[in-house]
């Protein structure tokens, strides 16, 4: 990959991608909300720092018209930014909109910006989402991305069915533990989740590794950790009994807060 845009790359995974893929020989645009974090990565990797926010169809716009004319092109959009919000059908209206805009909608509108440019185009284009093993499965203790993570999967399915055809490989990397702020954050906020998450956790840059391996075929399914596939078998094949475990899990996150 030549010309790459990783968007949430100011930390965590998106940093460890834009490092990897600079280290490779790509020419990387490292977006970020946090415009010092972004201009940070970029200025270590040779990169181009451009600020926006991910859930805004005008900054993706401007993101995507700009890495195109810096790079004459982009072979590699990894659209990875995400945000996750402790919470349960109680949680606000405007959290589960924030979180459904971040984690669902800025796919789209990579989408309805790069496809134009990229279809029937000659060579393959790739678009890398970052979903999370929460979209495969589930994450006690935060309804908002456990929902907006199954959209998540389930829109890049649905591109990778519509456009393989025409030159389109959309791959989707399901992560479980990875050591980021945002697993902390989960820590922090007393999640049993994140703390069984934590104990299997993998760096960033581990998980960027896997990914540049991965983009040598054009699986769909990225697992940094393999148990995760046994994990989503189980949940198609017996539904019930993968249930029965996760409410297990769920009375004894709640024992344990209460003891």
Same mark, same amino acid.
């Given at each position: ?49 451009? !600020? %926006?926010?991910?859930?805004? =169809? ?42 459904? %805009?971040?984690? @669902?909608?800025?796919?789209?509108? @990579?989408?309805? !910006? ?7 185009? &000659? ?11 929460? %979209? ?62 934590? =104990? ?6 581990? @998980? ?10 054009? &699986? ?6 393999? =148990? ?15 249930? %029965? ?8 996150? =709640? ?5």
């Amino acid at each position: 990959m030549k010309r790459v845009v990783v968007t949430g790359a100011g930390g965590g995974i998106g940093a460890a991608l834009a490092r990897r893929f600079a280290a490779d020989g790509a020419r990387v645009v490292v977006n970020d909300l946090n415009a010092e974090a972004a201009r940070e990565v970029a200025d270590e990797i040779g990169g181009l720092a451009v !600020a %926006g926010d991910a859930a805004s =169809e005008t900054d993706v716009q401007r993101l995507i018209d700009t890495a195109w004319n810096e790079l004459g092109g982009i072979d590699l959009f990894c659209s990875n930014a995400g945000v996750l919000s402790s919470g349960d059908e109680t949680t606000p209206d405007d959290q589960w909109q924030r979180d459904f %805009g971040v984690n @669902v909608m800025s796919h789209v509108y @990579v989408s309805r !910006a790069l496809l134009p440019r990229w279809l029937d185009g &000659g060579e393959p284009k790739r678009l890398l989402i970052t979903v999370s093993a929460a %979209g495969l499965l589930t994450l006690l203790g935060s309804a908002t991305y456990s929902v907006t993570k199954h959209a998540a999967l389930a829109y890049a399915e649905w591109l990778r069915a519509t456009y393989a055809h025409r030159g389109l490989i959309v791959q989707a990397l399901c992560p479980q533990g990875v050591r980021t702020d945002m697993l902390t954050r989960g820590n922090d906020q007393g999640s049993g989740s994140a703390a069984l998450l934590a =104990e299997g956790a993998l760096p960033p840059s581990q @998980v960027a590794d896997l990914v540049a391996e991965s983009l040598n075929g054009e &699986g769909f399914l990225i697992l940094p950790h393999p =148990e995760v596939e046994g994990y989503y078998r189980l949940r198609a094949s017996d539904p019930d009994r993968w249930l %029965g475990g996760m409410n297990k899990l769920q009375r004894g996150f =709640e024992q344990r807060a209460g003891s």
